[in-house]
């Protein structure tokens, strides 16, 4: 007898980096692999540093992954040392999101972004900030206003999300 397929969806969890220090060095080395060649700025034991720094839970800087059926497949930053230098006087802002090929158009960076987003609002941030050179439209799509439109190869765009915003849209 065989039975009915099953729909099976995936489960998808977002944990604190702080409740798994043993994953900073798969976070440091996707980030390597992502960005280490292309800016050419330290090793991936200087990479493994930045995420160490990012480890904190109740204040920024903090490190969220995701887990795919207990997997980790993904990870998202709030920092304040991840800074278009235009806007240096702005943030927190959200860094080094990356979720692995497999992985994507699940959902997974979404709620990355919405669960960062909840955080910074726990901590009372009202605006959160990021630069990308080739994510915009996600972000946008995510509710992110663009700040300044990517202009060459080595100027990213900007977008910031008003916090602030959503929650008084909730209070009416």
Known sequence: MTSAPQDRRPRITIEFLADHPDLVPTIARWHW??????????????????????????????????????KPVGCLSVCWDDIDADFAD????L????????????????????????????LGHRVIWLHTGEACRFYQRCRWEL??????????AVMRRDLQADQNAFRQ
Request: aromatic share 8%.
């Open 147 to 156: 700040v300044r439109a990517k202009a060459a190869l080595d100027r990213d």
């Open 90 to 93: 702005e943030g927190p802002w």
């Open 95 to 122: 860094s080094g999101m990356f979720v692995r090929g497999p992985a994507r158009n699940l959902g997974i960076g979404r709620a990355l972004v919405q669960a960062a987003e909840s955080r910074c609002c726990t």
């Open 33 to 70: 692999h992502e960005w280490g060649d292309e800016e050419d700025d330290g090793s991936e034991a200087e990479w493994r540093n930045v995420v160490r720094r990012r480890i904190q839970r109740d204040a920024v800087p903090f490190t969220l992954v995701a887990f795919m059926d207990e």
